[in-house]
């Protein structure tokens, strides 16, 4: 049984009788999974926090152009990761005002299907965290039928857990439970300079909750 709680399983798709002669390869549907016993103590967890950074607020209209993610275990940081994407379409200018990211930065950077299938890899057993995980998630998600492969992993958000740890904060956008931890941001709106402070704010309300288990963050997991 531990070995299915991180697995990854491959379908080989067989084109039909009636398929047409021009669409004849074979496709390979990737399904990655990890799971991990609510008991298990927060200590043992390995955390991958994570930010995008797209050209709008829909999955299904918009897309990535920064993946950045570091991960954790036992509140240091063993390893990184940073790339940024070439989008299929132009760079909005109120994106570029809002992150500073310009279309020469984007240019000879590497496709979503190139990155996507490295950070997957980075992943590996890992508990995901992000700041409104439901909106990185939405596009974790569509990338990942662009390159046919399914995801199924614990994914926590620290919104949701400002909500309830931090309710007498007037907002819980990150600015402001930043502010409240006294955590500097090295550059807002990109990737890893969201990731880091991401990263510090978790910990603390970790630590100031006496959160012990994985079990007890239950109610902030993204579905």
């Given at each position: 049984?531990?070995?299915?709680?991180?697995?990854?399983?491959?379908?080989?798709?067989?084109?039909?009788?009636?398929?047409?002669?021009?669409?004849?390869?074979?496709?390979?549907?990737?399904?990655?999974?990890?799971?991990?016993?609510?008991?298990?103590?927060?200590?043992?967890?390995?955390?991958?926090?994570?930010?995008?950074?797209?050209?709008?607020?829909s999955s299904k209209a918009n897309e990535i152009i920064e993946i950045g993610a570091q991960?954790?275990?036992?509140?240091?940081?063993?390893?990184?990761?940073?790339?940024?994407?070439?989008?299929?379409?132009?760079?909005?200018?109120?994106?570029?005002?809002?992150?500073?990211?310009?279309?020469?930065?984007?240019?000879?950077?590497?496709?979503?299907?190139?990155?996507?299938?490295?950070?997957?890899?980075?992943?590996?057993?890992?508990?995901?965290?992000?700041?409104?995980?439901?909106?990185?998630?939405?596009?974790?998600?569509?990338?990942?039928?662009?390159?046919?492969?399914?995801?199924?992993?614990?994914?926590?958000?620290?919104?949701?857990?400002?909500?309830?740890?931090?309710?007498?904060?007037?907002?819980?956008?990150?600015?402001?439970?930043?502010?409240?931890?006294?955590?500097?941001?090295?550059?807002?709106?990109?990737?890893?300079?969201?990731?880091?402070?991401?990263?510090?704010?978790?910990?603390?309300?970790?630590?100031?909750?006496?959160?012990?288990?994985?079990?007890?963050?239950?109610?902030?997991?993204?579905?």
């Open positions: 049984m531990n070995k299915l709680k991180c697995s990854g399983f491959y379908r080989v798709l067989f084109p039909g009788r009636d398929s047409d002669s021009s669409e004849q390869e074979l496709m390979l549907h990737v399904e990655q999974r990890y799971e991990i016993a609510p008991s298990t103590s927060i200590s043992d967890l390995h955390w991958v926090v994570f930010d995008f950074e797209t050209t709008g607020l991960r954790y275990h036992a509140g240091k940081c063993l390893d990184s990761f940073h790339s940024m994407v070439r989008p299929t379409k132009g760079l909005p200018p109120r994106i570029t005002k809002i992150t500073g990211i310009t279309e020469p930065m984007l240019a000879d950077a590497p496709p979503l299907d190139t990155v996507l299938r490295k950070f997957l890899r980075f992943l590996r057993e890992g508990v995901l965290v992000a700041h409104n995980m439901s909106f990185d998630k939405g596009f974790l998600l569509e990338g990942c039928k662009q390159i046919n492969f399914s995801l199924s992993y614990p994914t926590y958000c620290t919104v949701k857990m400002a909500r309830k740890f931090l309710r007498q904060l007037p907002r819980h956008n990150l600015d402001t439970i930043a502010a409240h931890y006294e955590v500097d941001f090295v550059e807002r709106h990109r990737s890893i300079g969201d990731v880091e402070v991401t990263s510090k704010v978790l910990f603390n309300m970790l630590e100031e909750n006496d959160i012990k288990s994985i079990g007890q963050l239950n109610e902030f997991r993204v579905p």
